[in-house]
Each structure stands twice: as structure tokens, then as C-alpha cells.
């Protein structure tokens, strides 16, 4: 597994949640998180997330509360249709620890500069705090390792609007500027979180796991009502998780090229779309310029079962 340092940048609701059990469970050395408004409020999202931490062993991983509003809007209020009115599916924790000073992009820019060019970059919320850090250091994209981000979708449609998927399209702006700065990005969307899934044999078997596990099963309640009807069975799409999985190496793509992806920051029915350059994929086509983006595609089967596993070993 990576031993790579590592910054998260979450609103954490039910899928960070997993996610969040995900990395502590496979050891990532996690130097900070940061919190976005999203989900849920920014100083909501930093709530779950130390509590969540505190529950899995992890008290230690500083957290910083980041943007409330996303660049030049405001903030919308959030998804608790999904995720649950405390974005946690009601779960109730021990309340643990409180947030550092520093702002989130400030705590992204310092820990950037600390772990110069090997620091990586997972964000699963709206990309705002990273657009703010690119303000704060313009020089950012050469002092970190890379990004990875849960957002857009390439060749499926939205899920806010027709071509908007919640990430980007809570904040255009922000994630225009993110795709636009020299670094390289991995776009895990909903091509392929969508057929990511936990089912419910997976949810029951985290009931009967420890304190982590049977809280995040408890969430999982919250999280399933909302996606039954949309996948037709009880179940739910593993966003975040999914996104964290590729980026540790845990699973490993099986279709990703690298292309051109552009965000549609107008006012327009596209605003929120990722529009991914796949123009190449037509044999003879001239090679696109500013290909740098790796768009995840596909991925191998299974991936709610290797979950699964890797959750039940939290506390
Ligand atoms: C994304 O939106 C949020 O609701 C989830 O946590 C995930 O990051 C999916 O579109
Ligand atoms: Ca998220």
C-alpha cells in the first residue's frame, strides 16, 4: 500500500464516512484532513469527520474546517435527502476533539511545502479548498504528487442535473480551476462509482463487526432509502471509496486514459458538466492537446467485497 503523505479533503456524509474507514484501515499516513461544505456544512463535515476518526483509532490526524460557501455563491444547504440531517444517517458519535486553526487550504498549502512533491491529494467533496489553495500558492501543482478526485462523469449522466454530478457541480469555479492548474488529475466519476456497490449482505455483515463497522452499517440505513429506488434493490453506489481505493492502489483501473477534461463553469443546462475529451478513442483522430487528465472508465468487479473485508478490520 502507498506509504505516501497524504492530505483528504472530504464534506463528510456517509460515503466519506466509508472512506475515511478505508484509509485508516489499509494504514494510508494521513497528514491532515480538511472539511468543505458540500453534503453538509463545512464545520458539520469537520464534526463527523473527528468523531468519526476518534472512533476508528485515529485521533491524532489533525482536521482543519475548510470553505463554507463555494467560490463566488453560496453555500446550497446541503443533502440530507442522502446522507441524513447530521450527514451521518442520524448516527449519533461520542463527540471527540476539536478543529485546528488553520483553514483547510491552508492546511493543504503547508503540507504541501512540508512534503515537497511527494504529498497526495484526495479530494471527495467539492473541489473549493483546493481552488482556494491553488490562490494561496500558485506554485502548488509542482509541489504536490498528484490529485485524485471523486467527481464528473464522462460517458453517464449527472446526478444533480443531467450532466452535473454533486461534486462539481456544487462548484463549478472551484473545479474549473482545479482541471486548469498543471497538475495531474484522476477523475474517478460516476462512470464507474455508480457500479460500485454495497448491497445489503455487505451492510449486514458490518453490523456484526466492532464500533467502526457497526456505526458505519448503522449510516448505511440512511444511505440505502435513498439509492433503493434509484438501483432498484436494496443497496448503494461506493463513491468515495471507490475514488480512495484507486488512489492507494487498492483496486487498479481497468480502463483509464489520459485526455483533456474541462469543466462547464457557465450559467447554461451544462453548468457542472465534465466534459471529457475522448475524441482519441476513434481510431486516426489527431492527438488532442493538454491530454493530462486520467479519467477512470472501468474497473474490476468486486469491489463492495474487498471493502467489506478491508472495514472489518477497523475497531
Ligand atoms: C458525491 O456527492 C456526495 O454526495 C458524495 O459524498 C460523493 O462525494 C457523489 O456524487
Ligand atoms: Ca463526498
Redesign the pocket.
Known amino acids: 500500500m502507498s506509504g505516501a503523505p497524504w492530505y483528504l479533503d472530504c ?1 463528510t ?4 464516512a466509508l472512506t475515511l474507514g478505508l484509509l485508516v484501515a489499509e494504514g494510508a499516513d494521513l497528514k491532515g484532513i480538511g472539511s468543505v461544505s ?2 453538509l456544512s463545512s464545520v458539520g463535515g469537520a464534526r463527523n469527520t473527528l468523531d468519526l476518526m476518534a472512533l476508528m483509532g485515529r485521533p491524532d490526524v489533525p482536521v482543519a474546517i475548510g470553505a463554507h460557501d463555494p467560490i463566488g455563491g453560496v453555500f446550497g444547504g446541503g ?1 440530507d435527502f ?2 441524513g440531517a447530521n450527514g451521518i444517517g442520524g448516527v449519533e458519535l461520542p463527540r471527540a476533539g476539536e478543529p485546528v486553526e488553520e483553514s483547510a487550504a491552508e492546511m493543504l498549502v503547508r503540507l504541501a511545502r512540508e512534503h515537497r512533491g511527494t504529498l497526495r491529494v484526495l479530494a ?2 467539492p473541489l473549493t479548498n483546493l481552488a482556494l489553495a491553488l490562490e494561496l500558492e500558485p506554485e502548488l501543482p509542482s509541489l504536490v504528487a498528484d490529485v485524485v478526485i ?2 464528473g462523469a464522462a460517458r453517464v449522466p449527472g ?1 444533480v442535473t443531467a450532466v452535473g ?3 462539481i457541480w456544487n462548484d463549478p469555479e472551484a473545479a474549473s480551476a482545479v482541471f486548469g492548474a498543471p497538475w495531474t488529475v484522476t477523475m474517478v466519476g ?1 462512470d464507474v ?1 455508480m457500479v460500485a456497490r454495497f448491497e445489503e449482505q455487505h451492510r449486514v455483515a458490518l453490523e456484526s463487526g466492532g464500533a467502526a463497522p457497526a456505526a458505519l452499517a448503522a449510516m448505511l440505513g440512511v444511505y440505502f432509502q435513498y439509492y433503493t429506488p434509484i438501483l432498484g434493490r436494496p443497496s448503494c ?1 461506493l ?2 471509496p471507490l475514488a480512495a481505493a484507486i488512489a492507494l492502489g487498492a483496486v487498479q483501473p481497468t480502463l483509464a486514459p489520459v485526455v483533456p477534461v474541462e469543466v462547464d463553469a457557465t450559467e447554461g443546462p451544462g453548468r457542472g458538466q465534465t466534459l471529457v475529451d475522448l475524441r482519441g478513442r476513434f481510431v486516426g483522430y489527431p492527438a488532442v492537446p493538454n491530454a493530462r487528465h486520467r479519467v477512470v472508465l472501468g474497473i474490476p468487479e468486486g469491489f463492495g467485497d474487498q471493502l467489506l473485508q478491508t472495514l472489518l478490520r477497523l475497531p
Open positions: 464534506d456524509g456517509i460515503d466519506d458540500g453534503n443533502a442522502v446522507h471527495i467533496g471523486m467527481g446526478n454530478e454533486a461534486n460516476l462509482t453506489a463513491h468515495d
